[in-house]
């Protein structure tokens, strides 16, 4: 089935350092991909939609220069999270789909996702 | 915008007994609905899908659901819970982005299952 690798899957640093997570689709193309931020006990909240070749789409609220997307290919999209506070400190999840994005009834595949401590 | 509502933030039951996970959604046209399972500092894992075939739903592990449009809900269930079953579960339905369509989750409910 479709997997999808997320990296890395835990970070700890201190605070106004940039950490940089890794989102892969390993056996399929996806021209889209999702990240979501989820807080402890809590659902996942969908931050941005990264599109390949163009720029991202935030969600209201999500800050674009605190939350950098870079989606150069078709198997991979990177989240920066610049100059991180301990507000930032949260579980990132990414998630793709094989096939058209356009489809609504098409599952998304997750990340294992990064637990991201800030110091 | 599409949304779900899951009524029960804790669920626990015995092992052996069966399982209810209870969400209502709220949709302006056919809803493509998904319940999805967690497991501590784990990504998620589809457990079925509702896409308008068929209203009663199966999926892995022993669950199945069914869209019950005049109660606008998707419960999930199991006939007999399993210890391995303790995880978060989320309802979620699928919303249009402008690149396609991105998932709305619910609140998630918290399975616990006792010995």
């Known amino acids: 089935g479709a997997v999808v690798s997320q990296h890395p899957s835990r970070v700890i640093c201190k605070s106004g350092t940039s950490v940089k997570i890794e989102c892969r689709s390993l056996?399929?193309?996806?021209?889209?991909m999702f990240w979501y931020r989820q807080f402890p006990k809590q659902s996942l909240m969908l931050m941005a939609t990264s599109n390949e070749g163009s720029k991202a789409t935030y969600e209201q609220g999500v800050e674009k220069d605190k939350f950098l997307i870079n989606h150069a290919s078709l198997t991979l999209s990177t989240l920066t999270v610049t100059s991180a506070h301990p507000e930032d400190s949260s579980f990132y999840i990414c998630?793709?789909?094989?096939?058209?994005?356009?489809?609504?009834?098409?599952?998304?595949?997750f990340g294992d996702g990064t637990r991201l401590s800030i110091l | 915008a599409q949304s779900v509502t899951q009524l029960d933030s804790h669920v626990s039951v015995s092992e052996g007994t069966p399982v209810l996970l209870r969400c209502n959604y709220s949709?302006?046209?056919?809803?493509?609905l998904f319940w999805y399972v967690q497991h501590p500092n784990k990504g998620l894992q589809l457990l079925l899908k509702?896409?308008?075939?068929?209203?009663l739903v199966k999926g892995i592990n022993g669950f199945e659901a069914e869209f019950k449009k005049s109660e606008t809900s998707f419960h999930l269930t199991k006939p007999s819970a399993h210890m391995s079953d303790a995880a978060e579960y989320f309802c979620v339905v699928s919303d249009r982005v402008n690149s396609g369509y991105a998932l709305n989750f619910g609140k998630g409910t918290s399975l616990l299952v006792t010995p």
């Open positions: 056996d399929f193309q996806a021209t889209t």
């Open positions: 509702y896409t308008s075939a068929a209203t």
């Open positions: 949709s302006s046209y056919s809803p493509s």
């Open positions: 998630s793709a789909s094989p096939g058209t994005p356009f489809l609504s009834n098409q599952p998304q595949h």
